[in-house]
């Protein structure tokens, strides 16, 4: 007999698969640090942050804008009426409201974006994209799909960037997507 002593974490997560409250029970093991499972979370963490690093590096250097700055133009640029709210544009750039609002401030000191009251809601505020912002996302984005294209898209076969989508899609739809859908000043919801 070992002289080792294993201890299991274990965690017990209810889910209601039927819609109604029956629930249906999942037993999960903490990992071990030793559990060679975790290599694949190590690796991912690793080439998330490079991968992010570049292409911050590659649009600062190219266009004077940061990953951050390039996201929430593209947000604003997909928005109905290329603009959204600033606490709706925070969520979807993955930042507090305070961060979207510097962030915000130095798009609107660039002439990239225009913050506005909100007309249905004095409390609250949008930004909207400018021409002049549209104009500088153009040219950034050949300089960012470029880099998608080579430290990401040209690095990964076909079936591994489906099985990435599909582990990534799984993790997102456990933890939720967060996305608002009511994303403007003007519908009258605030």
Do not use: K
Not at 119 to 133: C, F, P
């Amino acid at each position: 007999m070992s002289d080792s002593v294993v201890a299991l974490s274990t965690t017990i997560t209810m889910r209601y698969d039927d819609g109604m409250a029956t629930p249906v029970a999942t037993l999960a093991t903490t990992p071990a640090p030793d559990d060679p499972r975790l290599g694949a979370w190590r690796s991912f963490l690793h080439a998330h942050a490079r991968l992010l690093r570049r292409l911050d590096e590659e649009l600062q250097d190219a266009h004077g804008l940061s990953l951050a700055e390039y996201d929430a133009l593209v947000q604003l640029a997909n928005a109905p009426g290329r603009r959204l709210r600033m606490s709706i544009l925070a969520e979807r750039v993955l930042l507090s409201r305070s961060g979207i609002t510097r962030l915000v401030d130095r798009l609107v000191a660039a002439g990239f974006v225009e913050r506005s009251a909100c007309v249905s809601d004095a409390r609250g505020a949008e930004a909207a994209l400018t021409a002049r912002g549209l104009d500088r996302l153009r040219e950034a984005s050949q300089t960012h799909l470029g880099g998608v294209q080579r430290y990401f898209l040209g690095l990964i076969t076909d079936p591994d960037r489906d099985a990435i989508e599909r582990g990534c899609n799984g993790i997102l739809d456990e933890l939720g997507r967060e996305v608002a859908a009511d994303s403007s000043c003007t519908s009258g919801n605030g």
